[in-house]
């Protein structure tokens, strides 16, 4: 056992190495932690990877929204909800190149693509692999997120360049048959299975907020920190009660809430981008700032998100500069990041002398 691994001899046991053999138990436990030991904790874990001042930023875009047949309570997009939204048919490759290339001027790495498929057919997919090809040639990574893939397709993907595919498992497992009923949790897990085996990283997350319990979100944390291996990017996004929806009236979450389920994400995923995600129009800038205290490390970046807004990217860069925060550069790996520690962070080995017995006992008793 590593000096830092006996020094966290906790209720959950804090390592440098990501763990997939989580129990739900201790990721309950990470929960009840009192407010400072968890966050403590969590920024403690980020600096083992990552430089703390630097964020990810992706920007999305609708290539085809809306008229989607499924059954999703939360999401604008679907057939079966009166909302108010503009559909589109798929975008023309130009419209998705000249896009690319705005957010790349605007200082975007990523660009993920997102459409209202419950999953394309094969004769759909071909146009997307173009798109993807596009972006790729631009010098931004690629992500897609365009529901279920069937055999085949992920590697069709890979081949055009896509670097990540996004796929949410939403929420646990439990929760997930209130929320959706067209598609199970099983098929969901098997798109993701395609993804990883196809050699395109996994950008997995959920959504808090739909008025599920805190054992909801303990079950969602856990399924995502016990995938082997984790997903690279792990958004989580605040739902948008929208009109129209079946979600329309959920109540808020707390905020502290979701800035839990942000730190104890971070933890359990030590490797992972962790994406501040869907919600944060709604947030203060405070409250951002608590997130990424918390050990968010990525963000959407662009004035809309599919269908709903996000902050405007003036405010964004605002938010950036008085926070000292830095883009973080694509195409370097989580270790290399760590190593490029800014001036005046304190140095990793000094944090690990300081994680204090006290979060340890509090966590074991737990
Ligand atoms: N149709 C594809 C699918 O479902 O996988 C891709 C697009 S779908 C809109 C992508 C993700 O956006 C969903 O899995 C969900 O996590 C998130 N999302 C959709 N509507 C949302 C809302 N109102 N609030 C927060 N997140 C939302
Ligand atoms: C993700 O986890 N969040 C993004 C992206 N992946 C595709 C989508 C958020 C959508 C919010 C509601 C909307 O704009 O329609
Ligand atoms: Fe369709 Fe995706 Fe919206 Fe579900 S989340 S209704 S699959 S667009």
């Known amino acids: 056992m590593s000096a830092l691994e006996k020094e966290n001899t906790l209720g959950a046991r804090i390592t440098a ?100 498929y419950r999953g394309p057919k094969d004769s759909q997919l071909e146009p997307i692999v173009e798109m993807v090809k596009a972006v790729k040639a631009i010098g931004l990574e690629t992500c897609a997120t365009l529901g279920l893939l069937r055999p085949g397709q992920a590697e069709r993907l890979a081949e055009a360049g896509l670097d990540y595919y996004n796929h949410n498992l939403d929420s646990s497992a439990e929760f997930y048959e209130k929320i959706i009923s067209t598609r199970t949790y099983a098929d969901r897990l098997e798109t993701l299975e395609r993804v990883r085996t196809a050699g395109v990283k996994v950008c997995c997350g959920g959504i808090v907020g739909m008025g599920e319990t805190r054992a909801d979100r303990v079950g969602m944390l856990h399924t995502l920190a016990t995938l082997a291996p984790q997903p690279e990017s792990v958004p989580i996004n605040e739902l948008v009660p929208i009109p129209g929806t079946p979600l329309a009236n959920t109540p808020a979450l707390d905020p502290f809430e979701f800035v839990r ?106």
């Open 17 to 116: 190495e990501p763990r997939t053999d989580w129990s739900r138990s201790e990721v309950a436990a990470l929960f009840e932690l009192p407010f400072n030991d968890l966050l403590y904790s969590a920024q403690w874990v980020h600096r083992q990877y990552f430089d703390a001042n630097a964020v990810q930023v992706s920007t999305l875009l609708s290539i085809k929204t809306g008229a989607c047949p499924e059954d999703c309570a939360y999401c604008p997009q679907s057939i079966r909800f009166e909302t108010a939204i503009d559909t589109h048919d798929l975008m023309p490759l130009e419209a998705v190149r000249a896009a690319a290339q705005r957010a790349k001027d605007a200082g975007a790495t990523r660009f993920c693509m997102g459409a209202s």
């Open 261 to 366: 389920c942000i730190a104890v994400a971070r933890i359990l995923m030590p490797r992972s981008h962790v994406r501040l995600s869907a919600g944060r129009s709604d947030f203060s800038d405070e409250l951002q700032a608590l997130c990424f205290f918390a050990g968010a490390n990525s963000i959407f970046y662009g004035e809309k998100l599919l269908t709903t807004g996000n902050p405007d990217t003036a405010a964004d860069r605002r938010l950036f500069e008085r926070l000292g925060l830095v883009p973080e550069d694509a195409g370097m790996d989580a270790r290399g990041r760590a190593t490029q520690a800014r001036a005046g962070m304190p140095a990793v080995e000094q944090c690990r002398e300081q994680l204090p017995g006290a979060v340890a006992e509090r966590l074991a008793a737990s």
